[in-house]
């Protein structure tokens, strides 16, 4: 039902379904009349990542800018450790009959300079630059029913989606194109809305954080809407949005449990 992403035009503060709203809270209590309901999510019958394979793109000649290879390594690292440490086995109680969550793999990373980014890309030029690639680039696998995509945008790139801005509306989504290819867009979180700054977080802190999000959010709901999803409160991550905890040496963001009724 969502999986047409390009004809969303709601405005993404008011969207929870997919993106990282800003750390701001006050963009969305604001808009809210009346509480919502406790969050409980519910499984809508869709598609569930069940091995995640993550590969990592790098976009723009800008990551290869001594400065930023550091922030490179420790995201890739960090999908080293992360996709068989606890944030995975709590996903465990979102498994159904058709989709058993376990751990995933971190299968490879590339760095993609042509074509270079200019100040803004859309949505619609990331999906068409991921299946171009895909068609053409030897160095990225194969999308199968298991692979994410977590496509990274250097410091200057404004990513538009739904008519949305990234650091003026969001710091992160993931999406689908067809159901077929799953991937996460993670602009560069370089402004006070997503580098957490009243909590003073680092560049990479805020990185793994919402790269957490997107990922649990893909696991539990590959296309947006039809895995585990709440009404009012959207994905798994949107309901915890900013709340971190640490595993082993990495930032990561909580997630909500029915189980627990609680984030952890
Ligand atoms: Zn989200």
Redesign the pocket.
Known sequence: MNSDSLSRIVPASTD??????LNFPQTLTAIQTAPPPPPHLTYRGGSLLRNVKVFTIFWGSAWSQPSQTSLVDNMNKFFQFILTSPLIDQMGEYTVPQYKIGYGKYIGTTSIIKPDLKHTVTDKAIQHFLQQEIATNSNIPQPDSDTLYFVYFPPGVTVVQGGSKSCQAFCG??SDIGGRIFYAAMPYPGCNGCNGASSGMSILDALTSTSS??LC?AITDAVPGTGWYDDNH??I??IC?WKTKKIGVYTVQLEWSNNANSCI
């Open positions: 929870p379904i997919r993106i990282v709203a989504y993931h999000h997107e959010e959207g994905e991550g949107d949005a």
